[in-house]
Each structure stands twice: as C-alpha cells, then as structure tokens.
C-alpha cells in the first residue's frame, strides 16, 4: 500500500510517500530521535521500520526513490508503550539487515535477517551475551568496510556506562569493543549522538546527567577514533585514557544544569572532518530556549544561537517528555567554498509542522526557516537516512503524526500514517 504527494517548499520540490496508515501514534515510540536508525539505505534499496497499531515490529523496503514499498509485519513485539522502546536497524556491507527493538533497562532483543536484502528475520539471538541485561539506546553504524558497530547503555539513567560491539561481516559475528568507552562512574551517565564521516572518522559528543531528573543535564563533551572505535582523541588529537569520564572528558562548552539542555540530539561534519553539534538549552539571562550550533573549526570549539524562538519553557521530571520543540538533526554540505548547514525540527510556534532552519551566511550567523509539511505531526521528532546522506546527499525524513503524554504517558490517538519525505538541495 502506498500513496504519494509532492508541492512545494520555498520554490523546492518535495514528495511524500506513505509506507502504511496504521502506525502506532499513542506515543512517540516510532518517532524518537536516537533511532539509529528509523530509516537507512544500502545500495538501491532503502529500508525502514516502525511498530504497527498492535505493537508488532514491522519492515518496510522499496528500490530508491521508487514510490512502492513492501512490506512484511515480523512476529516480534514490543512493548510500545514506553517510548523509550523504539527500533533501531542497519544493513551490513553484505546486505543482512540487523535489528534491535524494545529497549530500556532490560535484556537485549536483537535478530538479523535470514538473507541479503531479505525483510524476513531469524531467531532472536546474543550478541556477546556479557552486560545486555540492562541495555538502552541501541544503536547502529556502519563502517567503510560493510562491518558494524553497536552502541547502548549498560545501566539506567544516571548511572550507566557506553559499550560498544562490534560485527565483522566476514565471520558473521559479534565482539566487544569498549566494556566502558565512557563511564558513569556510578555516579552519572553520559547522553551521546554520534556520526561516521566520509572518511571513516567516528564523532562523539555527549551531555552528562547527574540522575534521572532532566533537569539535571549539564554540559557538552567530545571524542572521535579514526580507527574504527578502537583508540579515542580529543580534537587536538591527544588520546585519550580510557574509560572517559567526567575528569578527563573534552568539553566542547560547559552548560550549568538546570538550564533546559536536552540529551540525545545530533551530530554532523563537513567535508573537512570538522565536527558539528546541534542542540537545544537556554542561555543564562534569558527564559527561552533555543537551538544551538556547537562546531569545531580553525582549532578551536565555536558557538552560534539560531536565535529565533520566543516562547518559554521548562524541562524538569523524568520519563518521556512533551516538549514543544523536538530535539533537532542536523546535515552539512559544502557549496562553492562555503559550509551549509539545515536543522530540522518541530516548533509548536511554527504549528507543529516538519520544519527546517537553514543558514545562509558564511559564518553560520544568518538563518532562514521553512515548513517542509503543511499540518501538524504532533510530537514527532526528525529522523533521517544518515546513509543515503552520506552517499548521495539526498535527505530523505521519516515522518509520522504522534502524539505524546507528559512523564511517559500514553494518549489515545488512533492510528496514522507512517511516510517518507524527501528533499532535495
């Protein structure tokens, strides 16, 4: 089933593709912005992944920009209802799709498929069957050799540590990389994004939380390996000592708590390497928050407020949150000699719509913002395919209208529309 629309957005073309109409909307399980990854590409096929109106995991496929999608419900659920529990996937350099979904404290589900460019999964399986009884936040890279890597939190909020695996394609298996790549010391835990840049570079930055309250995020830190995860730098290029921590952590700008700073957001680079950091906090003086670019240029960590939000809130509490903004993504591009930048987000200013902020000055230092939906999509937050990114540079956004309840609270929105947006430069 399939429907398509295009129109367009400050006199670009961008076209709308339903994958189904009946994804889960009572929260924003499918929606949440460290699903690494909603969406992803391999070759001539892109591939996504959403839980249906009754909590099944569902895959969904179609040759590159072809309006079709197939699609096949798998026997697996997930318990939907905490919106932590999202699903992240990644397709291997040999074509297999891996799978993990309905994570948040508890004990690893993970499965691949039973073939190259398959949608049909075996059997849900260990990866190193070592700490993945507590395990948050999966996420998936894909490195220039086909093998992956597999992120997650060992332990709860404020107090858990980043472990990574990784999976070797040649012997279709798993091994640990780092047991505490950064350590919360039992005291704290570290929020990470991160991305692979088209040279292999892994990019890291985090916030720190002090416990399970939000408010108390303090904080942005950094790290990159240009080894596949092995061996950690600052962006001088000193290496690091592991297990990373709060004493000996880079810190690309301290934020004090309290200061509405969200976790998980996005990370980009441009062609040069340079890394770049969008978030959202709220400046000291002031009580609105508003979104920020954090980069890395000329040797040294710069800062630039976008700067045109103007209500006020507050973060504070635990569990799911509904927040008037979503946390953003970024992407990079490089025109002529001059560096683009595009955030996308969700402003309840702007109706709720996908939105994007694009910059248009040589020093980050003017923006403009457009709508790229003309309704609302509730409590969505933007999730795009990093792999098509990279490769093609086309941005292809997984969007679904979803409702949120405040503190992991579960509305009863009927089902909608899971749908691919595509935008081109």
Not at 30 to 46: E, G, M, P, W, Y
Not at 145 to 158: A, E, K, V, W
Request: proline share 3%; charged share 20%; net charge positive.
């Amino acid at each position: 089933m399939f429907l398509f629309s295009w129109f367009e957005v400050a006199g670009q073309h961008v076209d709308l593709s339903t994958i189904a109409e009946n994804g889960w909307a009572k929260n924003s399980v499918n929606t949440v912005i460290f699903r690494k990854n909603a969406l992803t590409s391999f070759k001539d096929h892109q591939y996504a992944a959403y839980y249906d109106n009754e909590q099944y995991v569902v895959l969904a496929k179609r040759k590159l920009n072809s309006k079709k999608w197939q699609i096949l419900r798998s026997s697996f659920k997930g318990d939907a209802e905490d919106a932590h529990k999202s699903i992240s996937l990644m397709v291997d350099g040999e074509g297999y799709l891996h799978v993990s979904w309905g994570q948040h404290d508890n004990q690893l589900n993970y499965v691949r498929s039973i073939a190259p460019n398959s949608l049909k999964l075996g059997e849900k399986e260990q990866m190193i069957g070592k700490q993945e009884e507590k395990v948050s936040y999966p996420e998936f890279y894909r490195l220039a050799n086909g093998n992956l890597l597999f992120f997650y939190r060992d332990g709860g909020s404020g107090n858990g540590n980043l472990i990574i695996n990784r999976y070797d394609t040649r012997s279709k298996s798993w091994n640990r990389l780092q047991d505490r790549l950064i350590s919360g010391e039992g005291k704290r835990n570290a929020y990470t994004q991160t991305t692979v840049d088209s040279q292999g570079t892994i990019h890291t930055s985090w916030v720190w939380r002090e416990n399970p309250n939000v408010s108390s995020n303090h904080d942005l830190c950094y790290a990159k390996s240009t080894d596949g995860g092995v061996t950690w730098l600052k962006s001088s290029g000193e290496r690091y000592t592991l297990p990373i921590t709060l004493e000996n952590a880079e810190y690309a700008l301290q934020i004090p708590q309290e200061s509405e700073l969200i976790n998980q957001t996005a990370m980009a680079t441009d062609a040069q390497g340079n890394p770049f950091i969008a978030s959202y906090w709220r400046p000291q003086g002031t009580l609105v928050p508003q979104y920020h670019i954090v980069y890395h240029i000329n040797g040294k960590w710069q800062l630039r407020n976008l700067n045109f939000r103007t209500q006020a809130f507050t973060l504070s509490g635990g569990g799911t949150k509904k927040i008037p903004i979503s946390r953003p993504q970024l992407v990079v591009w490089q025109k002529g000699k001059t560096c683009h930048l595009a955030l996308l987000f969700r402003d309840v200013e702007r109706g709720s719509k996908v939105s994007m902020a694009v910059s248009t000055g040589k020093d980050l230092n003017r923006w403009t913002c457009k709508d790229l939906t003309p309704e609302s999509v509730g409590e969505w937050e933007p999730l795009y395919d990093t792999e098509l990114w990279l490769a093609k540079k086309q941005l292809s956004i997984f969007v679904q209208d979803v409702m949120q309840v405040d503190g992991e609270g579960m509305s009863q929105k009927r089902p909608t529309a899971v749908q691919v947006l595509n935008w081109k430069l």
